[in-house]
């Protein structure tokens, strides 16, 4: 009778967890996690040396001048390490979360904690209505968001060339442009991926208000020419700098998304819109406020209103009346200039915009991609020094 207790207590140990504590794992399952820790190690070094190998690239870069083939090289060099540095922190994610805690991960997707949400006070709720009327206040846009393949379009007189060699590299080196497409009024033909050169004007113009009007001809004729296609651009002057991906814009739903649009309480009670820097889609909407700007724009143009050099132009002008016109006719997205058209006239104020905000777009108005000073403070602030 002894016997018997003694083996049911046995069978009650090896088949149930009870008040003696859990059953012990297998020895086949003890020696699988022992396997998974040793292959979370070597992920873990192998991490470790790449981080380091990161580190000597980002050294190696701060000697350049961010232009030509060594830059290229470079950058690219580290793109490949930040994408395997990425999948590598992926694969330790996984092992540490499903692998060698799996309870734990099963009972956070079963039972999630509940977060009680607190009732808005009647200024936080004003606050959010404002931020979502068209034409006031930028779209938060999510940073992290889907990246999109895009295509990119300017205008590059002669005059400013140096602009070209300044910011070329950071358009080209994004892995989803598919295309970049520079009109002049001269024959230029550069070496370099992706960039497709078009001579739209015969004669060469360094006069400001003359190159601010040709931008309506060169956005006309690439219009035109993309007309029954279906992708996504982005407009830019020639000196904006790409410091980062801005293609989640292209998440949401817009014909063109413009940043800088404020306050219309007044007409141009703040400031205008900015005609030199914005995304759009192909869409027959995106069509319909072309259009409109380019009529607009002529009528300014002839009525004498924004024709004096340096000043706010026509140009300037009409876009921001057709950004701000109450339509069905096109989708505006109002986006974040300090994110994506981060510029100041004031130096100071811009080197503490850029600290603050972290721009994915640095226009260089000014002339200031002339200055070596300037390139490499906005440079150390953005990260890429």
């Avoid at 938060?140 to 140096?162: M, P, Q, R, T, V």
């Amino acid at each position: 009778m002894m016997r018997v207790k003694t083996l049911k207590t046995l069978k009650r140990l090896n088949t149930r967890t009870s008040w003696y504590g859990p059953k012990k794992k297998s020895i086949d399952q003890s020696k699988n996690i022992f396997l998974t820790k040793q292959n979370l190690s070597a992920l873990k070094k192998e991490l470790e040396l790449f981080k380091l190998e990161k580190i000597k690239i980002k050294n190696q870069i701060k000697s350049y001048n961010f232009c030509g083939n060594t830059y290229t090289e470079l950058n690219n060099k580290l793109n490949n390490i930040n994408e395997k540095i990425n999948h590598i922190n992926k694969k330790i994610t996984k092992i540490e979360h499903k692998v060698l805690s799996p309870e734990k991960t099963k009972s956070s997707i079963l039972y999630p904690k509940v977060v009680k949400l607190k009732k808005l006070t009647k200024s936080k709720s004003n606050f959010i209505k404002n931020i979502s009327q068209k034409g006031i206040n930028p779209t938060i846009i999510n940073s992290l968001g889907e990246k999109h393949k895009f295509e990119i379009f300017a205008y590059c007189s002669k005059n400013y060339k140096d602009a070209y060699d300044f910011v070329i590299d950071s358009w080209a080196n994004l892995n989803n442009v598919t295309r970049i497409t520079i009109y002049t009024d001269w024959d230029f033909h550069p070496n370099k991926n992706k960039v497709n050169t078009i001579q739209l004007f015969e004669k060469e113009s360094d006069n400001w208000l003359v190159g601010t009007g040709r931008r309506l001809d060169v956005i006309r004729h690439f219009s035109d020419l993309n007309k029954n296609e279906s992708k996504n651009i982005l407009f830019l002057d020639i000196d904006c700098f790409i410091s980062d991906d801005p293609s989640e814009v292209f998440s949401y739903d817009f014909d063109i998304a413009i940043s800088r649009l404020g306050n219309n309480s007044g007409r141009y009670s703040k400031q205008t819109a900015t005609a030199g820097l914005w995304f759009a889609k192909l869409t027959p909407g995106y069509y319909n406020f072309i259009n409109d700007w380019l009529v607009l724009a002529e009528r300014f143009k002839k009525q004498k209103k924004g024709v004096t050099d340096f000043k706010i132009s026509y140009v300037q002008y009409s876009f921001t009346d057709v950004a701000r016109k109450k339509t069905n006719n096109y989708k505006i997205l109002p986006i974040d200039e300090n994110v994506y058209n981060n510029e100041d006239s004031a130096l100071d104020k811009w080197y503490n915009k850029i600290r603050r905000y972290k721009p994915k777009i640095l226009h260089y108005k000014g002339r200031r991609f002339r200055d070596k000073k300037v390139i490499d403070k906005t440079f150390k602030l953005i990260g890429l020094r």
